[in-house]
């Protein structure tokens, strides 16, 4: 369960990388208008794909915060950009990184090879 959550979390949070990067233009290009009014929407395009990928990466050593880092990023990009085709890949693939990784809890630890 944890190495499916490592792969799938990397592929979301790389993906969220792209949108994140995405994001952060459109909000350049905004704050052109209304100097306040695209600040939060340029913190949340860099500290959400960040999330995912620490909490990608943390999986293995520690499933459950691994899981819930990955289940925040995937509620921020729901929160953000809402459900819909362009928001699907991100959504998707960190909400079955960070259900692995909550099931990869359950795993016992396999004892080490001497």
């Given at each position: 369960m944890r190495i499916g959550a490592l792969v799938v979390g990397l592929l979301?949070?790389?993906?969220?990388?792209?949108?994140?990067?995405?994001?952060?233009?459109?909000?350049?290009?905004?704050?052109?208008?209304?100097?306040?009014?695209?600040?939060?929407?340029?913190?949340?395009?860099?500290?959400?794909?960040i999330a995912a990928l620490l909490g990608a990466g943390i999986v293995l050593a520690r499933p459950l915060f691994g899981g819930l880092l990955m289940g925040v990023a995937a509620g921020a990009f729901l929160w953000l950009l809402g459900f819909n085709a362009f928001s699907l890949i991100p959504i998707v693939l960190l909400s079955c990184g960070a259900i692995l990784g909550l099931l990869g809890v359950l795993e016992p630890d396999r004892p080490q090879k001497k």
């Amino acid at each position: 369960m944890r190495i499916g959550a490592l792969v799938v979390g990397l592929l979301g949070g790389l993906a969220s990388v792209v949108y994140g990067l995405l994001g952060y233009g459109l909000a350049s290009f905004a704050e052109s208008g209304y100097p306040a009014s695209a600040t939060g929407v340029k913190i949340l395009s860099v500290a959400v794909p960040i999330a995912a990928l620490l909490g990608a990466g943390i999986v293995l050593a520690r499933p459950l915060f691994g899981g819930l880092l990955m289940g925040v990023a995937a509620g921020a990009f729901l929160w953000l950009l809402g459900f819909n085709a362009f928001s699907l890949i991100p959504i998707v693939l960190l909400s079955c990184g960070a259900i692995l990784g909550l099931l990869g809890v359950l795993e016992p630890d396999r004892p080490q090879k001497k």
